[in-house]
């Protein structure tokens, strides 16, 4: 399948400017080295891919956001061409002052919550390298900046074998997020092997979800995510996910973005189906 027919809804665009990061989760598939561009290579891609397409929103992502180099530049830049911007982040190097000097450039704050507890954490790998995990205290504290700020939050939880039996809907339920999505953890061939014992059946995918049903997730299955998602990885080329197995196009530095996007595949359809009910 490629995406010759795509529509011209605008569309979410994920940059994944940086794969730093300070955290150590074991399913993660970054390689956490240097950022590879400079922010005059993020503008080319920037413009690259807003002339190309209508963009709705570019979502920063990683690695970890907030531990690439110019995350402030990359939100100043995309609101400068008056295009919706959001970030998602592990949330261990957000603060509340990030947060309030964010306020009106920033439309959505997404937070990644895997372990309910700090035990979890840890046996997930969500800790940084002097042993700190985030608390749940502190969660909160960060969601109360969010919504005082008036920007949208976004959380979401990749079911994994540690976390799979339990009941986040206390946690959930204090931070009142606008969407909660779930997302199965997944393997991706010489990328992230070290959490393969993390996988999920899908009865349990399936029994996590129906657990927290009256909480309302956006349940996003291992289909759901296959060619559904845009994605610019930190060389500035774009991802395809189509063989569960990453392939990437040529760099969107020096290639025009339509030449580039015809060759992945993309599905419309499963696109649609993911936004069409997000803000
Ligand atoms: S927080 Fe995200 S980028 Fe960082 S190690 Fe975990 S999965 Fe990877």
Redesign the pocket.
């Known amino acids: 399948m490629t995406n010759a027919n795509i529509n011209t809804d605008s569309k979410v665009v994920n940059l994944h400017y940086t ?1 730093r ?5 074991r ?4 390689r ?1 080295q240097k950022t590879p561009l400079g922010m005059d290579d993020w503008k080319k891609i920037i413009d690259n891919i807003a002339s190309g397409i209508p963009v709705r929103r570019f979502n920063l992502a ?3 956001p907030l531990a690439g180099e110019y995350i402030q530049k990359m939100i100043d830049y995309i609101e400068g061409k008056g295009i919706e911007c959001s970030i998602i982040t ?1 949330g261990s190097l957000l603060t509340p002052d990030f947060i309030r000097s964010n306020q009106g450039k920033l439309q959505m704050i997404g937070i ?1 919550i895997d372990g309910l507890d700090d035990e979890d954490n840890r046996r997930i ?2 800790i940084d390298r002097h042993g700190n995990t985030l608390s749940n205290e502190r969660l909160l504290e960060l969601a109360r900046a969010i919504h005082a700020a008036g920007m949208r939050l976004k959380i979401n939880t ?1 079911v994994n074998a540690v976390n799979c039996q339990k009941d986040f809907s206390p946690l959930i339920q204090g931070l009142m997020p606008d969407r909660w999505k779930l997302l199965r953890m997944l393997h991706y061939e010489n990328a992230n092997d070290n959490g393969r014992n993390l996988m999920v059946t899908d009865e349990e995918f399936q029994t996590f979800a129906k657990r927290h049903q009256h909480l309302h997730p956006v349940v996003e299955d291992t289909a759901d995510m296959v060619n559904s998602y845009i994605v610019v990885n930190p060389q500035g080329r774009i991802l395809t996910n189509s063989a569960v197995r990453f392939q990437a196009t040529e760099s969107l530095v020096n290639h025009p973005f339509r030449d580039e996007f015809i060759k992945v595949s993309f599905d419309e359809n499963a696109y649609q189906k993911r936004y069409k009910s997000a803000s």
């Not at 399913?27 to 970054?30: L, N």
């Open positions: 794969d990061c300070n955290y150590l989760c399913f993660c598939h970054c956490f990683g690695g970890e592990n990644s790998g969500r990749v």
